[in-house]
């Protein structure tokens, strides 16, 4: 087993005056092939795992372009999520066989990540696939499942309930935006989904969306500190100025959360939304989310939280079509729902 091949993705960088320029980064060529690997080169460990799904998430495709804020050393190969079979274990929690769950931690930063037959990991980053799960299921939520949930999860313990009014959705039809308008109209609350994708609008009613918006519709560009109160809550992927445009639109005593930065890492705002109108704005990290309560939301997930809609939102792949079509269709904003990974 140990000196045994395996299909990976392969991430290599280099000095952009040596070869011919296809993607630069900081005078950085970086170039994306699948190869064999061999398992002897994957990092120590507790637990060599059989990847049997994984999953595309933007920073994978961040990792995969040499964004050195997600991955420092390359060669490299991405990957956040995997989901799959214990082959080797070293520690007494887990057993040969046993089907497991890995997102966030270090995986596919700086430690080989899930676009890859077998990974090895520490076992602190690794959960026993929750019941009435599949391996697959657990990968069409992955990061941007895991994240959605946990945005409504704090937004509710901030106190967002559904009485009192609606809920935008950023980035509506991505890997965040399409679990999480999904989940909050099966939890009761009138979704309304912000998109830039017109030819969407359907597939983001058929998840539960009552009222259907243009991205543009949310590019405030007044210089007025706050605008009419609509939204009761706001689950925003994209910041920037669209994240600055919900704050100024959100009603009094309104609840925000905050992951993400497709549209740009920074915002402009005045402290009137917070100050004026006791606006709540909450930070949602998955990466290192704690691995008790993290267990606690991915049972809610695989039961109460359940989505009948899952494989509605997924699109799946192998590696040589993921490098080749999907980790440049989500840099451009491309995909919609999920793209669940079969790396053999
Ligand atoms: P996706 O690429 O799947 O979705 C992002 C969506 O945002 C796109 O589909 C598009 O939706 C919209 N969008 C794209 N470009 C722009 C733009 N320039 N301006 C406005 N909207 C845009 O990504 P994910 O859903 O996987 O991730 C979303 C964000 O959340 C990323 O920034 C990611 O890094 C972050 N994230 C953070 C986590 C955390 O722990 N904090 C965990 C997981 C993700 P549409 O066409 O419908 O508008």
Same mark, same amino acid.
């Given at each position: +087993? ?9 991430v290599? *960088?280099?000095?952009?005056?040596? $070869? ?5 980064v900081?005078?950085?060529?970086y ?26 998430n933007y920073k994978d495709a961040l990792s995969a372009e040499g964004h050195k804020g997600v991955t420092r050393q390359y060669?490299h190969?991405p990957g956040i ?14 057993? *040969?066989?046993?089907? %497991?769950?890995?997102? =966030?931690?270090d995986l596919g930063m700086n430690t080989?990540g ?14 026993? @696939?929750? &019941? ?11 990061t ?23 809920? @935008? ?21 009138? %979704? ?21 918006? =243009? ?10 500190? +706050?605008? &009419? ?32 930065l ?5 915002? $402009? ?6 100050? @004026? ?10 990466v *290192?989310?704690?691995?008790? $309560? ?11 939280? &359940? ?6 939102? +997924? ?16 840099l451009?904003?491309?995909?919609? =729902? ?7």
């Amino acid at each position: +087993m140990n000196n045994a091949t395996f299909k990976a993705l392969w991430v290599t *960088e280099t000095p952009a005056e040596n $070869s011919p320029p296809t993607k630069t980064v900081h005078d950085r060529i970086y170039q994306r092939t699948v190869i064999e690997r061999n398992i002897n080169d994957l990092p120590a460990g507790d637990l060599l795992i059989k990847v049997i799904y994984s999953s595309l998430n933007y920073k994978d495709a961040l990792s995969a372009e040499g964004h050195k804020g997600v991955t420092r050393q390359y060669p490299h190969t991405p990957g956040i999520d995997a989901a799959g079979i214990v082959a080797q274990s070293n520690c007494t929690d887990f057993k *040969e066989g046993q089907k %497991v769950l890995v997102t =966030g931690y270090d995986l596919g930063m700086n430690t080989a990540g899930g676009f890859a037959e077998y990974i090895r990991v520490p076992a602190a980053w690794v959960m026993k @696939l929750p &019941k009435n799960l599949s391996l697959q299921e657990s990968m069409i939520y992955g990061t941007a499942g895991f994240t959605a949930a946990l945005s409504i999860f704090k937004l509710q313990h901030s106190g967002l309930k559904p009485e009192q009014g609606e809920v @935008l959705v950023t980035g509506a039809t991505g890997g965040v935006g399409s679990i999480a308008v999904a989940l909050l109209a099966k939890l009761g609350f009138s %979704v309304i989904a912000a998109t830039g994708k017109t030819q969407s609008h359907d597939f983001l009613r058929q998840l539960g969306a009552k009222e259907v918006i =243009g991205r543009d519709t949310l590019q405030d560009k007044s210089k007025r500190p +706050m605008l &009419k109160g609509r939204w009761a809550g706001v689950l925003d992927t994209v910041g920037g100025n669209i994240l600055a445009t919900a704050l100024k639109s959100t009603q009094y005593g309104g609840h925000i959360s905050c992951c993400g930065l497709v549209a740009s890492a920074e915002f $402009s705002t005045s402290v009137f939304p917070f100050i @004026l109108r006791g606006i709540n704005l909450l930070g949602v990290d998955s990466v *290192e989310y704690p691995m008790t $309560s993290r267990s606690r939301l991915w049972q809610l997930i695989a039961n109460e939280w &359940k989505i009948e809609s899952l494989q509605q939102l +997924m699109i799946e792949c192998d590696l040589t079509t993921l490098n080749t079509t999907y980790i440049d269709k989500i840099l451009q904003g491309q995909i919609q =729902g999920r793209v669940v990974v079969k790396p053999y």
